[in-house]
């Protein structure tokens, strides 16, 4: 887990992260944007999980964790959609 950026990378935030657009179903990773707050515990780091619905800017993302499925409220700004193997 990163706990800090490179000094040419610090402060800088991409726009096609910040804007990206989810739909309901596809599958994301927890990667959290140093420069921006994160508002969550650092076990969600690294997880992955569905996206749901959205909520404004924010997407409601379903991660299960400690065997429970629960639900994120989170910017797009801390996810990363993945490509599911076909």
Do not use: W
């Not at 706990?3 to 990378?9: F, G, N, V």
């Not at 508002?39 to 065997?67: D, F, H, N, P």
């Amino acid at each position: 887990m990163l706990k800090y950026k490179k000094p040419r990378r610090k402060g800088k935030v991409s726009f096609t992260n910040y804007f990206q657009k989810l739909n309901p179903g596809d599958s994301v990773a927890v990667v959290k944007e140093l420069s921006e707050p994160f508002g969550y515990s650092t076990r969600t780091q690294g997880r992955t999980g569905k996206v749901i619905a959205k909520r404004g800017k924010a997407y409601y993302v379903e991660i299960r964790e400690l065997g429970k499925m629960k639900k994120y409220c989170i910017h797009p700004i801390h996810l990363k959609k993945i490509e599911e193997a076909k």
